[in-house]
């Protein structure tokens, strides 16, 4: 019987990168997957075809969570499935351009908050109806929580941000059997790291802070994850595991 058979998971930002990979790693446990996307539609439709293609699982639903009521909506469609118990939240969405201090923005500094920690704050407050004992929240902080990188100032304070709340949550939340974890990855291949990985360079740089050579894949991530989603995690809560290769050592 596969682990997470008769479970329930919403994988915000599923359309693509390491989304797409856990949403297809939930499925293949036998989760039922509620595929998030936002821009990117034909994207989430390919994922739920693929997961639906191996018999499994999946719709997708559509929300911008950069509005300030976007987490409200999407956890208002959700519910809108008939959907009473949510096992398996991963808020991994997110957002991250890299620029110089003094290029940075107003505009720009908002929408890393709203996306990065604003959405998955209220996402969790909005679902808390149907999250319950052994519900799993997942939220994905980074390398860049703990350690600088030039051009990153704004993001990495998302990711600073993401982790006191994972303590936080967990805290409110544990009473209630609700576990709540992150997962800090290091550079994985995906759209949002070509700023790093989209050259040789780049590729040779991340590889230079890393204890294992070669270029993290998006199911190097969606593993963990997956772990963090079933009872084998059972106590580990309120903590970021690092899973990066061995950077930074
Ligand atoms: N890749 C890395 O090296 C790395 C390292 C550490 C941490 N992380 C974290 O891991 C998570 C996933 O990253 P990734 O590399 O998979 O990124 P990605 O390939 O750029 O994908 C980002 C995902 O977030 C969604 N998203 C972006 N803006 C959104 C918005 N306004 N509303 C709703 N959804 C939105 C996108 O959906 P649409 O395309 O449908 O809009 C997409 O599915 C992020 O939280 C990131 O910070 C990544």
Redesign the pocket.
């Known amino acids: 019987m596969p682990e997470l058979s008769n479970r329930i998971a919403l994988v915000?930002?599923?359309?693509?990168?390491?989304?797409r990979a856990t949403a297809l790693r939930l499925a293949e446990e036998g989760a039922r997957v509620i595929v998030?996307?936002?821009?990117?539609r034909d994207?989430?439709d390919a994922v739920v075809g693929d997961i639906r293609a191996k018999g499994g699982q999946a719709e997708a639903i559509g929300?911008?969570?950069?509005a300030p009521d976007?987490a409200h909506r999407l956890a208002e469609a959700v519910r809108a499935l008939g959907i009473e118990r949510l096992d398996v939240l991963v808020n991994?969405?997110?957002?991250?351009e890299m620029a110089p201090i003094a290029e940075q923005t107003i505009e720009s500094f908002d929408r890393h908050f709203a996306?990065?920690v604003r959405a998955p704050f209220f996402l969790v407050q909005q679902l808390l109806p149907i999250l319950g004992e052994g519900s799993s929240v997942i939220l994905?902080?980074?390398?860049v929580a703990r350690a600088a990188f030039d051009g990153s100032a704004i993001y990495s304070a998302t990711?600073g941000a993401v982790e006191v709340l994972t303590r936080n949550l967990a805290k409110e939340l544990g009473p209630r059997g609700i576990r709540v974890n992150a997962i800090a990855?290091?550079?994985?291949d995906?759209?949002?790291?070509q700023v790093f990985l989209g050259s040789e360079e780049g590729r040779a740089f991340i590889k230079g802070l890393q204890a294992l050579q070669r270029i993290g894949q998006p199911d190097d991530i969606a593993d963990p994850v997956v772990f963090l989603a079933s009872d084998r995690s059972r106590w580990i809560d309120g903590r970021s595991i690092e899973v990066s290769g061995g950077a930074n050592l």
């Open positions: 915000t930002g599923a359309s693509r990168g390491l989304g998030h996307y936002s821009a990117s994207a989430a929300a911008d969570l950069a976007g991994n969405a997110g957002i991250a996306v990065n994905l902080s980074s390398v990711k990855p290091g550079a994985i995906t759209d949002m790291a």
